[in-house]
Every structure is written in structure tokens, then in C-alpha cells.
């Protein structure tokens, strides 16, 4: 997406040149999924069954992203939303100029006896080449970096186990290393993107895909 937005950043922001942001979003946020009918925020009016598993992950742009895993079975709900940046409550514009320091990340709620942690994984490490750093194909920005916001210990495991076993792949084909983003979803919040952003393929079906993926497969553990 970042041919909307050709002054897009290739250098993260430091936390005191970010934009200040604000203490409450800016904008409303739909309470349900637009193909899956779940909520796609836990609240106290509609709260999400217990035993659910959350995980966040940046992969590029958020649109084709989140629509790889509305599609898979166990997934409960997605949303998209910023992550990983300084500044409180940004708006898309914000984030695309590079001074928020926030990545497009998909929020993934699933459960575990139907979809493992390693599945939702695998479509991460091949649903985009995690070697490319601020960019993925033709976009480029920090906001499209690849990152995983872990919320357990077993998922970082999970993770920094199977980005050794993908870096490998990747190494015996000629790929740099892996330049992903690890970190507690604690301390990155994430920001719910606005209205228009949440199941944006599915509202419009010809809508921009960015995969821009290495083609290799991830290996079993």
C-alpha cells in the first residue's frame, strides 16, 4: 500500500521524534467481524469464550494478511490494528509516515484443539519473505516489517523455534537472515485500525493483496 503514501519511511522513528498521539481512539471501531460474526474486541458486553489463544503478527500489508487467517478453521476472530511503535492511538495516515514507529500487525484469536500455535506459524513464515526488513515487495516502511507479539512463553518458544528451522530454509536458498521482530504483545499495545481497514477484503473483494512470499516451505518440528 505504501504507493498511497510515497513518503513512507525506511528508518525507525525514535521515540522522541514520534508523533504524540492522543489517550482515546479517534475514530469508532465495529464491535463484530464482517465474516466470521465474533467480536473482534474483547469486552465486557461481548466477551470472547475462555480458552482462547491470542497471538499477534505483522507480515506486510494488514488487508491480504488478515484475510489468510479469517479463512482457516479454529481461527475464532481477527482484526487488524497497529503494533509494535510510541504513539497512543494512531490513525492510518500517522502510522504511514513513518513516525509512529508501528507496524501492521493482524490480531489472531484462535483455538488451540482445532488450529495448533505451529499452524498459525507456518502461514506466517510463508505468507511473506521475513528477510526484507522495513518493506514487503513493492511496499516499503517500517509499518510493513515482519514482528510477532507473543502473549504466552510456549508461543515465544514456538516461534523462536520455528524461525531457526524456516532461517535455514531460507540460508540454503540464498536469503539474508531473518530480520522478524520477536516481542511480548505486553509491551508493544495494540491499536485497532480503523472501520474501514477490519475485513477489508472481504468489503472489497478486488481489493490490494501484497504475499510476497519466499516460496518455501516451513519445516515440521
Known amino acids: 500500500m505504501s504507493f498511497l503514501f510515497p513518503s513512507a519511511k525506511s528508518t525507525m522513528v525514535t521515540p522522541d521524534a514520534a508523533l504524540p498521539g492522543r489517550d482515546h481512539y479517534p475514530f469508532e471501531i465495529p ?12 469486552l465486557a458486553v461481548a466477551p470472547w469464550p475462555t480458552g ?31 503494533q509494535g511503535g510510541f504513539t ?6 500517522e502510522v504511514c509516515s513513518g513516525r509512529t ?24 513464515w510463508e505468507s511473506h519473505d521475513p528477510t526484507q526488513g522495513y518493506r514487503q515487495g513493492n511496499d516499503q516502511g ?4 515482519s514482528a510477532v507479539y507473543y502473549t504466552t512463553d510456549a508461543q515465544r518458544d514456538l516461534v523462536e523455534r520455528t524461525s531457526a528451522a524456516y ?4 540460508s540454503e536458498r540464498g536469503y539474508g537472515d531473518i530480520t522478524t521482530q520477536v516481542a511480548p504483545a ?3 499495545p495494540f491499536y485497532y485500525a480503523e472501520g474501514y481497514h477490519q475485513q477489508y477484503l472481504y468489503k472489497v473483494p478486488g481489493g490490494y493483496r501484497c504475499h510476497a512470499n519466499t516460496g518455501l516451505a516451513l519445516p515440521a518440528l
Do not use: N
Open 186 to 188: 505486553g509491551d508493544w
Open 31 to 42: 464491535a463484530d467481524h464482517a465474516v466470521l460474526g465474533t467480536p473482534i474486541r474483547d
Open 167 to 170: 532461517a535455514g530454509v531460507l
Open 88 to 93: 497512543p492511538h494512531p490513525t492510518y495516515e
Open 52 to 82: 482462547l489463544s491470542v497471538i499477534y503478527l505483522g507480515m506486510g500489508c494488514f488487508w491480504g494478511a488478515e484475510e489468510i487467517y479469517w479463512r482457516l478453521p479454529g481461527v475464532y476472530t481477527t482484526a487488524v490494528g497497529y
Open 101 to 124: 514507529g508501528h507496524t501492521e500487525a493482524v490480531l489472531v484469536a484462535y483455538r488451540e484443539e482445532q488450529i495448533s500455535t505451529y499452524d498459525v506459524l507456518k502461514h506466517f
Open 142 to 145: 517500517t509499518q510493513y516489517r
